[in-house]
């Protein structure tokens, strides 16, 4: 295909006459598609179903721990062996709690500014000083919501293929000692599907030296093991490298089994250098006596020695819808040079660039023929993003049927944004 740009004034005409015509056929079909919800689907979730029986009335844990019963704030040993395979860090560093990491990255952030991680002399709010932290873009848009809740200023940093632009990070966390943290989905990131390269993870790792003793890595490692590809993409680890530099006591790593077993009744880890998993659990004691051990045992005996095999079939599942929506995309765009995506090995988002300026209108198209897209400018601190031209796709939700008619009539709405757009910059709208 020719680029747009090159077409001449009345071939884009023609063009987007049939592509009007087209979406107004799709329009009178009077569709209800979505694809925001980063979500499994019902199918992916009746994988988990052994979760009901994997306890046949054994309630004993090995240490012998009753999980009925209140207590053991950091979770049984079955549950932090599960978090240690996921994070492929050791047991004793991890944390087993709730059915939410996201619940304790906030819980995180709160100890960070108002109890001190690192003691009670290192609360980030023991002055009025600003507390500022990093936010690679795009990125996860609850990260950001997170940190505005709390009055975190926000400093984008570009994403790059491999991960974060490092030489970026460095240079703002070196020119501003308020910058406190950073937040890092490290594997298959939100929305990008990147994997941080292990150049970028060394550097993240040493990222505290130039910043200081109370700089804090945000590491939620949320799909570890969502691989689309067999054998997976492996992901440097982040504890060696901080343990090379020095900094094993400023990296806080999360994930859960929210999109391994049951969306919001899985399981979250945190996982921290012991002293400050102690802090943490000291924080966290006055609100809470102890996880729900009874989920943590099922989960932990439903997936011993088996996530691979799980995660397989989830693969199977959600990578046609991922095939799907690349097709189209390929199909419709490939050539126009009008936008670029990604081609995830897992996770559960494609990542969408329009050309500069048009992501909120090409939205809005898809909106008015009945297809829903996660808000444009949802990736960046304060939902704005400065180019206006990034959309995150989530696939896995909606049936395999719904996400093909959804991706057609998406990249139907790209190429009629980017032709309106050329044609008012010709003035020939
Ligand atoms: C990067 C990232 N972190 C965390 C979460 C939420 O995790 P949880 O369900 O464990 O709270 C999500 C969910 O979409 C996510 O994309």
């Not at 975190?152 to 460095?170: K, L, Q, S, W």
């Not at 969306?263 to 006596?289: H, K, N």
């Not at 690349?326 to 081609?343: M, P, Q, S, V």
Request: proline share 6%; net charge negative.
């Amino acid at each position: 295909m020719t680029a747009l740009v090159a077409q001449s004034t009345d071939a884009l005409r023609d063009r987007a006459r049939t592509l009007s015509a087209r979406l107004d056929q799709l329009r009178a079909q009077g569709l209800k598609l979505d694809l925001t919800r980063g979500k499994p689907a019902t199918d992916q979730l009746e994988l988990s179903n052994g979760l009901e029986t994997a306890l046949h009335g054994d309630f004993r844990a090995r240490d012998g721990t009753d999980v009925r019963n209140y207590g053991g704030l950091r979770g049984i040993p079955e549950a932090r062996a599960l978090g240690a395979a996921l994070l492929g860090v050791d047991p004793a560093t991890v944390m087993a709690a709730g059915n939410s990491s996201l619940t304790l990255m906030y819980q995180t952030i709160d100890a960070a500014l108002h109890f001190g991680l690192w003691g009670d002399d290192c609360r980030w709010r023991a002055t009025n000083a600003p507390v500022k932290f990093l936010c690679p873009t795009p990125g996860y848009d609850r990260h950001f919501t997170i940190c505005q809740s709390f009055g975190i200023e926000m400093i984008n940093v570009p994403m790059t293929d491999a991960g974060p632009d490092m030489n970026a990070a460095e240079a703002l966390v070196a020119a501003d000692a308020n910058i406190k943290g950073m937040w890092c989905v490290p594997k298959y990131s939100n929305p990008t599907g990147c994997i941080y390269s292990p150049e970028v993870v060394r550097r993240i790792a040493a990222l505290p030296r130039v910043a200081g003793p109370n700089f804090l890595i945000c590491w939620d490692n949320a799909y570890a093991v969502h691989d689309l590809e067999f054998p997976p993409p492996m992901l440097a680890s982040i504890s060696d490298a901080a343990e090379e530099a020095g900094t094993s006591l400023q990296i806080v790593q999360f994930c859960s089994t929210s999109k391994i077993t049951y969306a919001g009744a899985g399981v979250g880890f945190v996982a921290a250098a012991p002293d400050v998993l102690d802090r943490l659990e000291r924080f966290l004691s006055v609100q809470e006596i102890g996880p729900d051990k009874v989920n943590q045992l099922r989960h932990a005996r439903f997936l011993e020695g088996r996530i691979e095999l799980h995660m397989r079939a989830h693969a199977a599942l959600i990578r046609p819808k991922f095939d799907a929506v690349l097709e189209r995309l390929e199909t419709g765009l490939a050539g126009l040079d009008i936008a670029t995506w990604t081609r995830p090995q897992g996770g559960y988002f494609i990542s969408f660039d329009t050309l500069p300026g048009l992501a909120r209108r090409v939205v809005a198209l898809a909106k008015s023929a009945g297809v829903t897209m996660t808000a444009a400018g949802a990736t960046f601190p304060y939902g704005k993003d400065p180019l206006d031209r990034n959309i995150r796709i989530a696939p896995t939700f909606p049936s395999l049927r719904d996400v093909e008619a959804a991706a057609e009539v998406f990249t139907l709405c790209v190429e009629l944004a980017s032709i309106d757009h050329f044609l008012e910059r010709r003035g020939a709208a």
